[in-house]
């Protein structure tokens, strides 16, 4: 099992650019997450989606679209990159919104907006 | 508000000497204590999840425990591999989501 899969690892986009952001999970989990995480702020919810054909905001969804494509994939987009949007991202599976409640992360994707 | 507060921010330990590190937490209606390691350009990697106030869950050197109002992540006679920032994170609260710390960065000299 790969477990939770982002591509790409890297990316430096320019302001105004957009990109998309690809998360998969082999282990049959019904929820997926975006998270961002930046210096001393801890990691914070961008989007969610609880279960196949269900996205929902999280804490910081301003810039940010999602689609969840089918039970293994849910990506993240960025219409018009900001400086702001500077960040790592993470993905993240659980198994049933309903609990266990524990997440599972992919390895993260860095972005470099200019 | 709910709320999890990590501490120290970091810490610096020589190989051997035990030490603990603190999670406070203040998520009304709390469904679950999470406790990940993150390593150096990494995802979080899971460790431990705690339900309830009394409850301690053990992995190598790493012992967790959980009360009302706080977490505590016990290391016994750290390694240097042990070096890594430790994630807190409660379930629960308003929002019915994980809310995190910011991490402890320990590291273990040798």
């Known amino acids: 099992n790969a477990g939770v899969t982002q591509t790409p690892k890297f990316q430096v986009l320019k302001t105004g650019q957009s990109m998309t952001l690809q998360c998969a999970q082999d282990?049959?989990?019904?929820?997926m997450y975006w998270y961002r995480q930046d210096p001393g702020m801890g990691l914070r919810l961008i989007y969610y989606s609880a279960s196949e054909g269900t996205t929902d905001k999280g804490e910081v969804p301003n810039g940010y679209n999602v689609s969840r494509l089918n039970k293994r994939e849910f990506s993240l987009r960025l219409e018009s990159a900001a400086p702001s949007q500077t960040s790592v991202y993470f993905c993240?599976?659980?198994?049933?919104?309903?609990?266990?409640?524990?997440?599972?992360f992919g390895p993260g994707t860095r972005l470099t907006v200019t | 508000e709910d709320q999890v507060t990590q501490s120290p921010e970091a810490l610096r330990l020589q190989e051997g000497e035990s030490s603990s590190l603190n999670c406070s937490y203040t998520?009304?209606?709390?469904?679950?204590l999470f406790w990940y390691r993150q390593d150096p350009g990494k995802g979080p990697e899971f460790l431990f999840t705690l339900y309830s106030a009394g409850e301690e869950k053990e992995k190598e050197r790493l012992k967790a425990t959980l009360t009302k109002k706080e977490s505590f992540l016990h290391i016994t006679a750290p390694k240097p591999e042990d070096s890594a920032t430790y994630l807190c994170?409660?379930?629960?609260?308003?929002?019915?989501?994980?809310?995190f710390g910011t991490g402890t960065l320990l590291a273990v000299q040798p």
């Open positions: 282990m049959n989990h019904n929820s």
């Open positions: 998520v009304s209606g709390l469904r679950g």
């Open positions: 994170a409660a379930y629960g609260g308003a929002t019915n989501k994980l809310i």
């Open positions: 993240a599976s659980r198994e049933l919104e309903g609990g266990p409640y524990e997440q599972y």
